[in-house]
């Protein structure tokens, strides 16, 4: 009994959260990646997106290479969800 409840213990306090917090850090979005047309200033372009909320016709994003919030429009869902390396490949 108590070697089952040292067991539960070190999954619960060692293993589970390293667990997650390499998950956490795999260079996966946890959310839907866009390709989108995205207008900033007087210029139109293609960028990844990391869908945020929808909003009218398009989306309010995380654009990956601007690095800041940005509406797209004419969205169509990549199929790869990785945004960078992960960080034991960096």
């Given at each position: 009994m108590a070697a089952e409840?040292?067991?539960a213990l070190l999954l619960t306090v060692v293993l589970l959260?390293?667990?997650?917090?390499?998950?956490?850090?795999d260079g996966l979005?946890?959310?839907?990646?866009?390709r989108c047309e995205v207008a900033a200033g007087a210029h139109?372009?293609?960028?990844?997106?990391?869908?945020?909320?929808?909003?009218?016709?398009?989306?309010?994003g995380w654009d990956l290479h601007a690095r800041e919030v940005v509406n797209?429009?004419?969205?169509?869902?990549?199929?790869s969800l990785r945004v960078r390396p992960a960080w034991w490949n960096s």
């Amino acid at each position: 009994m108590a070697a089952e409840q040292w067991a539960a213990l070190l999954l619960t306090v060692v293993l589970l959260p390293l667990t997650a917090f390499a998950a956490a850090l795999d260079g996966l979005a946890w959310d839907t990646v866009l390709r989108c047309e995205v207008a900033a200033g007087a210029h139109t372009g293609q960028s990844r997106l990391i869908e945020l909320r929808r909003e009218g016709n398009g989306v309010v994003g995380w654009d990956l290479h601007a690095r800041e919030v940005v509406n797209g429009s004419a969205c169509v869902k990549e199929e790869s969800l990785r945004v960078r390396p992960a960080w034991w490949n960096s």
